[in-house]
């Protein structure tokens, strides 16, 4: 070795000895998790990026609130994983989870919503996840149970401790936001809001118009002495069975973005029958968003509650592809949320997004994120109407044709 190369190298060495030296002499400053506060520990471990977490719709708390009655909460996401109640493509069964896993990127740190000037994840209301109804796929007499039964407990829910007493009325009873599921589970939820609202009015969104009266399926295999055959509850007849139990307000509810084809005008005429105003999807272009939903707010009224269902159908195919009966023709995703904004003044006391059906879905998960932000919006709705009864917080109210 050379006398240059050993020199370098003890140097290297003497300079190594002091830095190892003055590490021992370093104060360790970690304090032990014990006796750190929850704020500490929160600040640092309680939040989630979009791509971490358990799946949780917007990465939401999760309770089994079916389980735990106790747990109180203003407005709650459940999944109703149910679908052998389909005419045509099943797999919504699989929706509830996709459309949690479509959410991931809204997160309470950035939920903020720019039209509504809220974000709806850090106002008033206590919005959890109560998981989903564990609903079976064998027996369609004992699910249609099983989720009336569940809703109806839910419905009896208490709202946070901070809105027993609110001088707003909207915050003083919990909501549910359901995620199907095919269609059918409207009707186990509006018997539910029967207990507590009376009869409701729906403001419907889908290509069909799911008031068909069972027999326009084929059924000559139905018992005739049989009052109630379980064929009968299907998802284009919930809404025919709900006018016939009384569930919904007469004259008051409205159907929007209707393309389907029909089995005659008849069809039309038993749909006046009970009571609907329709709006077909080719109503956006010759109406516009702005008149389209302002004669939505003017019929049904701003004091009505109202169940709000959106079936993921009424998206064009070619925009949501991942649904059990896809019809060409619909509207875009952002036609369907500027209608949704420009009705936010509705008294929505509960809403679902059904007919996910991720099977049909590309990689690119379009329907479930469809649905996600359709999910978001129709919150943002509920949360700001119980900022201001009358759902004038922020800066609502002016609806811009921009079509």
């Not at 190369?5 to 002091?18: K, S």
């Not at 917007?58 to 009655?69: D, G, I, N, S, T």
């Not at 799911?210 to 000559?220: G, R």
């Not at 369907?336 to 007919?355: M, P, T």
Request: some cysteine.
């Amino acid at each position: 070795m050379r006398p240059s190369t050993a020199l370098v190298l003890c140097a290297a060495a003497v300079g190594l000895t002091h830095a190892h030296a003055g590490h021992d002499h370093v104060e360790d400053t970690t304090e032990p998790f014990i006796g750190w506060t929850k704020e500490d520990l929160d600040a640092k471990w309680g939040t989630d990026w979009g791509f971490s977490g358990i799946s949780t719709f917007a990465h939401l708390q999760h309770e089994r609130c079916l389980q735990h009655p106790e747990v109180e909460y203003d407005i709650a996401i459940l999944g109703v994983p149910f679908d052998t109640a389909v005419t045509y493509r099943p797999g919504a069964r699989f929706g509830p989870r996709a459309i949690r896993a479509a959410s991931a990127r809204q997160t309470s740190f950035r939920a903020y919503n720019p039209r509504a000037g809220v974000n709806p994840y850090l106002e008033w209301a206590k919005i959890i996840d109560c998981g989903d109804i564990p609903v079976t796929p064998f027996d369609n007499t004992l699910a249609l149970r099983q989720m009336t039964e569940a809703y109806t407990n839910l419905a009896h829910s208490s709202p946070s401790a901070a809105n027993k007493d609110s001088p707003v009325k909207y915050r003083r009873t919990p909501k549910l936001f359901t995620l199907g599921g095919d269609h059918s589970i409207a009707l186990p939820t509006l018997r539910a809001l029967n207990k507590i609202y009376g009869e409701v009015a729906v403001v419907h969104f889908d290509a069909h118009l799911d008031t068909w009266h069972p027999a326009k399926y084929p059924s000559a295999w139905v018992d005739k002495d049989d009052p109630f055959p379980v064929s009968f509850f299907t998802h284009g007849t919930m809404f025919w069975i709900a006018h016939n139990e009384s569930l919904i307000q007469k004259g008051k509810s409205v159907h929007g973005g209707l393309r389907t084809r029909l089995t005659g005008i008849e069809d039309n005429e038993d749909d006046d029958a009970q009571g609907w105003l329709r709006f077909t999807a080719d109503d956006i272009d010759d109406l516009g968003v702005a008149t389209m939903a302002r004669r939505i707010v003017e019929h049904v009224g701003t004091e009505t509650p109202v169940y709000l269902s959106i079936d993921i159908d009424v998206i064009d195919p070619g925009l949501a592809p991942g649904t059990g009966t896809p019809e060409p023709g619909g509207w875009t995703t952002r036609e369907l949320i500027r209608v949704l904004r420009g009705i936010e003044s509705l008294n929505v006391v509960g809403a679902d997004v059904v007919e996910v059906s991720p099977s049909y879905d590309g990689a690119g998960e379009v329907t479930a994120l469809a649905a996600a932000q359709v999910a978001f919006e129709v919150l943002t709705s509920m949360v700001k109407r119980g900022m201001d009864e009358g759902g004038k917080a922020g800066g609502a109210g002016v609806v811009r044709d921009e079509l």
